[in-house]
């Protein structure tokens, strides 16, 4: 088993650029979700999903969009990159939402200039 | 308002000694994960506790709800515990987790 495979794992755009984040998992979870983390931040929730063709917002949702076409993959679109969304990405799935184990992406750190 | 503390947010010992890192939280939960973040960015779950304790290894979680108080125990301290360990809690109205910032422990040698 793989477990959840994010990619790429370093990425830099140009102000404005448009991009995608690609998460697969192949544990058959329903729950994904995708975090960004800042220096001295806490994880925070981008969107989720609790199953193909279900998404929701999470508590930063602005400039982000995600669908879930398939129970394996739950890809996160940067619309028009800003120099704010400078961040480490993860993606994360469990069985669902109450799980006792979460599984994460290794991560994709992302400059925007 | 951070609704998940963690402490200390740094934390340097010798290989060895017992450490404690401590996590608060405000908010009714149903659940805590306890989580390591290693060097290179990776973030594997220890633990998720709703009451009392578990242990893995040289790991220990407890949780005290009435308090909204954790702890993460580890004992014999070793430098490959040198790592990020994070907190979160799991909200009890939508399963939401609300994550703490994280400490970073150092074990030297």
């Known amino acids: 088993n793989a477990g959840v495979t994010q990619t790429p794992k370093f990425q830099v755009l140009k102000t404005g650029q448009s991009m995608t984040l690609q998460c697969a998992q192949d544990?058959?979870?329903?729950?994904m979700s995708w975090y960004r983390q800042d220096p001295g931040m806490g994880l925070r929730l981008i969107h989720y999903s609790v199953g193909a063709g279900i998404t929701d917002q999470g508590e930063v949702p602005n400039g982000y969009n995600v669908s879930r076409s398939t129970t394996e993959d739950f890809p996160l679109r940067l619309l028009s990159a800003a120099p704010s969304q400078t961040s480490v990405y993860f993606c994360?799935?469990?069985?669902?939402?109450?799980?006792?184990?979460?599984?994460f992406g290794s991560g994709t750190q992302l400059s925007v200039l | 308002k951070n609704e998940v503390e963690q402490s200390p947010q740094n934390l340097t010992a010798q290989e060895g000694e017992f450490i404690t890192i401590n996590c608060s939280y405000s908010?009714?939960?149903?659940?805590l994960h306890w989580l390591q973040q290693h060097p290179g960015g990776g973030i594997v779950s220890l633990f998720m506790?709703?009451?009392?304790?578990k242990k893995h290894g040289r790991l220990i979680a407890t949780i005290n709800i009435q308090e909204k108080h954790s702890s993460l125990h580890i004992t014999a301290s070793h430098p490959r515990d040198s790592a990020v360990y994070i907190c979160?809690?799991?909200?009890?109205?939508?399963?939401?987790?609300?994550w703490g910032a994280g400490t970073k422990l150092i074990i030297k040698p």
């Open positions: 908010v009714g939960i149903s659940a």
């Open positions: 506790l709703s009451s009392g304790k």
């Open positions: 544990m058959n979870h329903e729950y």
């Open positions: 994360a799935s469990s069985q669902d939402r109450a799980d006792e184990k979460l599984f």
């Open positions: 979160a809690a799991c909200w009890r109205s939508n399963y939401q987790l609300i």
